[in-house]
């Protein structure tokens, strides 16, 4: 029988008797042990070999469970200080026997929970008793902590060594390890005789050169065959997603903005006819800049044009707020909380010059909020910006977009929900159904820019905008349920590997 090489070799190294280590029989055969698992997985599928798996645990101490293997458990010593104080024989003032204990700081805590806990006393109301029976000399937590100290895991107790896990003072690591086998077939084909064949398993730039590539057998390859899994990088779900909606948004026509993340309260809020005093505009929303404080330069005309727009509204009826408007406040800098700060810059014709309609343009980035944390908030995330500028345009243009828009990511129960925001009118919320809970979850806001938004920006036609968040989109797509999930350090690395891209 022929056989490329390093299956022969696994072959060769395994033992008919005995499970041999994948590493161990990689060393013999002189393979790396990718490559001998992936030759076993072969052999495994044409019933030569039995891989078998198995996960062993490591138990390490943490540096806390170190101190307290050299010294002794907080709750030893609060027993050893209440035994002295005579809390055998009734209750102690607590204060007085933590002091004698010499314990400090969190170690006071540590040591009451688990006194408590282990029945070692009664602590109450301030007094503590210790029971004459207990016997911390023999502590089942503390016979673990030794016995994981000198490499003696077999003889430490199951739910000691789980307590001590939950108490940070143990860490566990799991390893899968894999073993080989030969079955009957492996040893008569052995018996038999197995020869290497000179099969060529990989194609280099030199056999092109050489057009050796020609003349040689390749090896056959059972794609079919079990493998090991290999957790390699790749893009992140929410990238990818990114990435799609630009895409989307490009194949709708669409052209990108770009802008900077900390811009002048100008053209994240005054633009946008947020009055200076509104409450989203104090420390409690936004991420004011200590560096610089405020911006170089905001164009002097449209800056008197925002100021009358804030103090007199525009046209014959308008009105405006008539609260103070200061240039300072303008000016100061902050985190952009939305990316409709763009879209301010665009539509004032100073980004890339003036626009004449129709024109559409969208931006995927990072909009920065003083929310506070919890499963559909973080101080930061990804917003969907766009508008459409053209003559004549409706809510039912906005909702038309809108449904086109998701539709294209499987998103077809999208509602709308009429809404308040001082720079468009009308606005509305947009809601879609998440796929596990069934929950309705807001995934964006919308409207038609106000006269008093587009007038100080020299534009006379209509503008349809909106913010969607990119996170919300992905909690639709993919079914999580907590944004932290995707994001930052507590996120769920298996299922950001595993998730299945949509395309
Ligand atoms: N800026 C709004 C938000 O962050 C979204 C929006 C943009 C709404 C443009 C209307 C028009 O929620």
């Known amino acids: 029988m022929k056989r490329p090489q390093a299956q022969v070799a696994v072959l060769q190294a395994a033992d008919a008797q005995e499970d041999r280590r994948i590493d161990d029989v990689a060393a013999e055969a002189d393979l790396k042990p990718e490559a001998a698992t992936r030759a076993a997985f072969e052999l495994e599928a044409d019933g030569l070999l039995a891989v078998s798996e198995e996960t062993l645990e490591h138990y390490e101490l943490t540096e806390e469970g170190d101190q307290y293997v050299r010294e002794s458990l907080p709750e030893q010593d609060l027993y050893e200080a209440a035994i002295d104080a005579g809390a055998a024989d009734g209750p102690v003032q607590m204060g007085q026997v933590i002091g004698a204990s010499g314990l400090e700081g969190g170690a006071v805590d540590i040591a009451l929970s688990n006194y408590a806990r282990k029945a070692y006393g009664e602590i109450d109301s301030g007094e503590i008793t210790a029971n004459q029976d207990a016997d911390p000399g023999s502590d089942p937590e503390m016979l673990a902590l030794e016995a994981v100290a000198d490499g003696r895991v077999e003889d430490a107790d199951a739910d000691a060594l789980e307590q001590l896990e939950r108490r940070g003072l143990l860490d566990v690591r799991e390893e899968t390890v894999r073993s080989v086998q030969l079955t009957d077939d492996g040893v008569t084909a052995l018996m038999e005789g197995v020869e ?240 596990e809970t069934g929950e309705v979850v807001e995934v964006g806001n919308s409207g038609i820019f106000r006269d008093e938004v587009l007038t100080p920006l020299g534009v006379d036609c209509d503008v349809m905008a909106w913010g969607l968040s990119l996170e919300r989109l992905l909690m639709l797509m993919y079914g999580f349920e907590d944004i932290r999930d995707v994001h930052g350090t507590l996120c769920d690395l298996e299922l950001l590997r595993e998730t299945e891209v949509i395309r």
């Open 196 to 435: 290497a064949a000179e099969t060529v398993d990989q194609l280099t730039p030199e056999m092109l050169t050489s057009g050796e590539w020609e003349d040689v057998a390749f090896t056959e390859y059972n794609v079919e065959a079990d493998a090991e899994d290999v957790s390699h990088g790749k893009e992140h779900i929410l990238r990818q997603t990114a990435n799609r909606v630009k895409d989307t948004l490009v194949g709708m026509g669409f052209s990108e903005m770009e802008g900077p993340h900390a811009d002048a309260q100008f053209w994240i809020n005054d633009c946008l006819f947020m009055p200076q005093d509104h409450p989203a505009r104090t420390h409690w929303d936004q991420f004011a800049l200590e560096e610089p404080e405020e911006i170089g330069h905001l164009p002097p005309d449209l800056v008197e044009r925002v100021r009358s727009a804030h103090k007199e509204g525009v046209g014959p009826d308008g009105e405006g707020y008539h609260s103070p408007w200061t240039e300072d406040i303008a000016r100061g800098m902050d985190l952009r909380g939305h990316t409709t700060s763009l879209s301010m810059r665009y539509l004032s014709g100073h980004q890339v010059g003036e626009l004449d309609p129709p024109e559409r343009y969208f931006s995927v980035e990072k909009v920065y909020r003083n929310d506070t944390l919890d499963p559909t908030h973080l101080l930061e995330f990804f917003q969907i910006e766009g508008w459409v500028m053209a003559e004549d345009l409706s809510v039912r243009d906005l909702m038309g977009t809108f449904t086109e828009f998701y539709e294209q990511f499987g998103i077809t129960d999208l509602e709308f929900k009429p809404h308040y925001n001082p720079y468009t009118e009308p606005s509305f919320e947009l809601f879609g159904t998440h796929p």
